[in-house]
């Protein structure tokens, strides 16, 4: 995000994460700014990330997820060049998966346009997930209206999915564009066997 431009980072931590602010700090080490909010309904990552609503209503927005590990520097610049070069709402962040039986996967045209995301399919011929994303404000605001207005008790998933909400967008008539950002899948280090993988690739980077 600090290759991007990024100046000022909102963590937003569930309740009695404070291990975390306790090794990252106030992000001047990094050269950033840090700040913490604490999650608030329990129903998934929109919710979470409307927490920071009142604070980035007016600002492109980049999102990274804490628990995701990729190979290249400037993804989030590629991003943060496509949402000002491009008449878009929404920018993806394209991965090559590895099991695209468990990933969220972008389907878009030859302009990179996106038609939708489909979520952990068994049969497709799609290739690409996504793991990182910019937006406008029109999508934050999108965001916030729509979650101000969800009725949760005609959702039948038992958690949303930002993935969720951007399909929702594009039905709404957002433009919402990819970009690739890495031939290699991203390792998801939320998991054991992610972890070990990611483990493994930086002691063989560290005993080079």
């Not at 695209?100 to 939708?116: I, S, T, Y």
Request: charged share 25%.
């Amino acid at each position: 995000m600090k290759y991007g431009g990024v100046s000022k980072i909102y963590l937003i931590l569930r309740k009695g994460k404070w291990d975390i602010p306790t090794y990252l700090g106030d992000g001047s080490r990094f050269g950033l700014h840090f700040t913490y909010l604490i999650m608030g309904l329990p129903f998934g990552v929109p919710y979470t990330l409307d927490q920071a609503y009142p604070f980035i209503k007016e600002n492109i927005v980049v999102l990274g997820f804490p628990d995701i590990v990729f190979d290249c520097n400037d993804g989030f610049q590629k991003l943060l060049k496509k949402i000002k070069s491009c008449n878009c709402d929404i920018v993806l962040g394209l991965f090559l998966s590895d099991q695209p039986e468990k990933a969220d996967l972008v389907e878009f045209d030859n302009k990179r346009k996106v038609r939708k995301i489909v979520r952990e399919t068994k049969h497709t011929r799609l290739k690409y997930t996504w793991g990182i994303a910019a937006w406008t404000p029109l999508f934050t605001n999108y965001l916030h209206e729509k979650l101000s207005n969800f009725d949760t008790t005609s959702f039948n998933e038992k958690e949303m999915f930002i993935s969720d909400m951007i399909n929702f967008a594009i039905q709404d008539g957002l433009q919402v564009n990819a970009v690739h950002v890495s031939e290699n899948p991203f390792i998801d280090i939320g998991t054991p066997e992610g972890l070990a993988k990611a483990s493994g690739r930086i002691m063989r980077f560290s005993n080079r």
